[in-house]
């Protein structure tokens, strides 16, 4: 069993408290790693080296340039050590190998992307209306950065955070969920390769309550950038504000994927299914309310269960393998509840809805593949995240309603529109409240599109170029150029 080490100031490090717990494979259902369980003492060294990089190391002084190409070498070694990581993240958090192997594959594309972006963060000159001035803009780093990711994609979460933070200038201490660090471990010991100075990433490990309340409460960490739950999200979000610190919050989502009955229903059923039992339904952008118009709702539903049918449950190394297991035991009963709950309350089963078991399932931690038809929008589940591979059937009439249900709850992350109709798309993108509107496709991603939510699903935004402005504050600098002192000193000029 291999026993990782904290990522402090350019070296692994031992917990001060000398404590680790186990990290368990899901679908073995073994302990395989051992993670230092960090505290307060260990976030106050990784804080310290973080603000010392940024503002004392060379990181400070370097080029835009030259820090551009510092990170086009992690992206270049993210590249070569693709399937190396892709295989941690499964085995750390359960989910198939194809899916964390094409996330890892694409990952260079976010740390190439803010390279090139790096020695674009340029100023503005103000044709300012006071004479004999000259007042321009400046952006600068917003300082130390506290990133606090999830257990379901940790390293494209801390490409996401971290290549934008670096590229801005800003030092970065990273906090992994206890599920699952060891990829932005292993990660982090490649970094000496990149050139990236001794302390401007640094990984603590540890629990939400210890070592990341402890980041978000520092003094010298001047932004949080979350990923998780919009419980856990609130939370940081108040007691960041106690300091008036920035935050970025990309939260939890229950999304509307909108089926009209004049879509491609092929495509259209192939999308429903990629967008609840893809990833096992244990994605913050899940299509979890299918809404399909009711002249084609019995069809349809007949459709989604035929292509459910065909999942095969099981190793998530195996690229046969279509759904794996729970990431983790609180979870995996989670989902198992809003199942209970969803019959209760009148949904009706009409495919799965019990813990799975069988040939190739292991673990204790696998749930089949779970379709609700008569689903109405108030009932809890499809109003709260399940984050599982569970379905809600919506029927609805109309685009009026379509839309109106699809807004109905108090997220908004996502939303999916399958139509063949340009302006029933143009119109269902321009009503739904969410940060992202698919037509014709869902979870689609890139480094270039910005990410986030509305309403409860979070603040902020996540790639594109809006998204290193969430790491800068902006200078203004007047410069006067009169000769004269003003006649009136005591009157603003």
């Not at 993240?89 to 890892?104: I, V, Y």
């Not at 190739?360 to 749930?367: A, H, I, M, S, T």
Request: hydrophobic content about 40%; proline content about 5%.
């Amino acid at each position: 069993m291999k026993t990782y080490q904290h990522y402090i100031d350019g070296r692994f490090v031992d917990p001060v408290e000398g404590e680790w717990f186990d990290s368990v494979d899901p679908y073995r259902g073994e302990p395989w790693a051992k993670i230092p369980r960090g505290s307060k003492a260990d976030v106050d060294r990784a804080v310290a080296a973080a603000k010392r990089a940024m503002t004392e190391g060379p990181w400070s002084t370097m080029t835009a340039s030259a820090r551009g190409k510092v990170l086009r070498k992690i992206g270049d070694i993210v590249a070569r050590e693709a399937k190396h990581l892709a295989e941690i993240e499964t085995r750390d958090n359960g989910k198939l190998f194809a899916e964390m192997h094409g996330q890892t594959r694409y990952q260079p594309e976010w740390w190439y992307y803010f390279a090139g972006l790096a020695d674009k963060i340029e100023g503005t000159q103000v044709p300012i209306d006071k004479p004999e001035t000259f007042a321009f803009t400046t952006h600068e780093p917003v300082g130390v950065v506290g990133a606090l990711t999830a257990w379901n994609s940790p390293l494209l979460f801390v490409a996401w955070k971290c290549a934008p933070a670096l590229a801005a200038g800003c030092a970065v201490v990273i906090k992994p969920s206890e599920f699952a660090s060891a990829s932005t471990l292993e990660f982090a010991a490649l970094l000496k390769e990149a050139d990236l100075p001794d302390g401007m990433l640094n990984v603590v490990t540890g629990y939400g309550a210890e070592t990341g309340a402890a980041i978000v409460e520092h003094p010298d960490v001047a932004k949080i950038t979350f990923t998780g739950s919009d419980a856990t999200g609130a939370r940081i979000y108040s007691d960041a504000a106690k300091q008036v610190k920035r935050v970025a919050l990309e939260l939890g989502g229950k999304s509307p994927n909108i089926v009209f009955a004049d879509a491609d229903l092929k495509m259209a059923a192939a999308g429903a299914i990629s967008g609840i039992f893809a990833a096992t339904g244990q994605t913050c952008i899940a299509g979890s309310r299918l809404l399909v118009q009711n002249s084609i709702r019995e069809d349809f539903t007949a459709r989604l269960i035929e292509l459910a049918k065909s999942a095969k449950l099981g190793d998530p190394m195996d690229s046969g393998t279509n759904i794996g297991p729970i990431t983790t035991p609180p979870q995996y009963r989670k989902v198992l509840d809003y199942i209970a709950v969803a019959k209760k309350e009148g949904a009706r089963c009409v495919f799965g809805g019990n813990p799975a078991t069988g040939e190739g399932v292991k673990g204790g931690q696998f749930v089949e593949p779970t379709i609700f038809a008569d689903v109405t929008n108030s009932m809890r589940i499809a109003q709260e995240e399940v984050f599982g591979p569970v379905l809600s059937i919506i029927g609805f009439e109309d685009e009026a309603e379509a839309l109106r249900l699809g807004n109905d709850v108090i997220y908004g992350l996502a939303a999916g529109v399958w139509t063949q109709d340009i302006g029933k798309a143009m119109r269902m993108s321009k009503g739904l409240k969410a940060g992202t509107v698919w037509v014709n496709t869902y979870r689609a991603v890139s480094y270039m599109m910005p990410f986030g939510g509305m309403k409860r699903s979070g603040l902020g935004r996540e790639s594109g170029i809006e998204s290193i402005r969430e790491y800068l504050e902006t200078k203004s600098i007047w410069i006067s150029t009169s000769r004269d002192a003003p006649e009136n000193p005591f009157v603003m000029r």
